[in-house]
């Protein structure tokens, strides 16, 4: 394939499992990379680097908050994963698998950008809804794959 030639039609959506992957990890390389600059990083004992005393409890939970977001996105990528193989399985339309795959990685970016750099209520709201919509995307996927398989499309 000509990269020219490439556009929403393409079966792109299988390249969204690594950059979802990806999403998940840079969360915790963050945290290494934060840690290491402020207090250097205990490689012999690395989950105790977020509770060291010298870390101020503010950027503490920050740290911690990197952690959740990291953690959120290995819970949540396996059901990812089976949804685009499923729904690319099924021959779901691939402008339709691609445009879910994009908005499914921007939504983890977002998650992750207000988890990590925001605290307070309202930011916590925000992240609730940011998860729901970004899980509505893999169940979305899942039934229209389904009900394609089941041959009620």
Request: hydrophobic share 40%; glycine share 8%; net charge positive.
């Given at each position: ?136 995307l893999p169940l979305r996927i899942l039934i229209k794959a389904g009900q394609k398989i089941a041959g009620h499309d």
């Open positions: 394939m000509i990269f020219g030639s490439v556009d929403l039609a393409s079966p792109l959506s299988l390249y969204s499992i690594p950059v979802v992957w990806f999403t998940s990890f840079y969360p915790a390389t963050w945290k290494f990379l934060s840690i290491d600059r402020t207090i250097g990083y205990d490689n012999v004992q690395p989950r105790s680097n977020v509770t060291n005393p010298r870390l101020s409890p503010e950027y503490a939970k920050r740290l911690e908050r990197m952690v959740g977001a990291h953690n959120n996105g290995n819970e949540n990528a396996p059901l990812w994963y089976a949804a685009i193989i499923v729904g690319n399985y099924a021959g779901l339309d691939n402008k339709w698998l691609n445009t879910m795959a994009a908005y499914y990685v921007v939504t983890r970016v977002l998650y992750n950008q207000v988890y990590i750099n925001h605290n307070g209520i309202a930011n916590g709201w925000l992240r609730t809804g940011l998860y729901f919509f970004g899980l509505s």
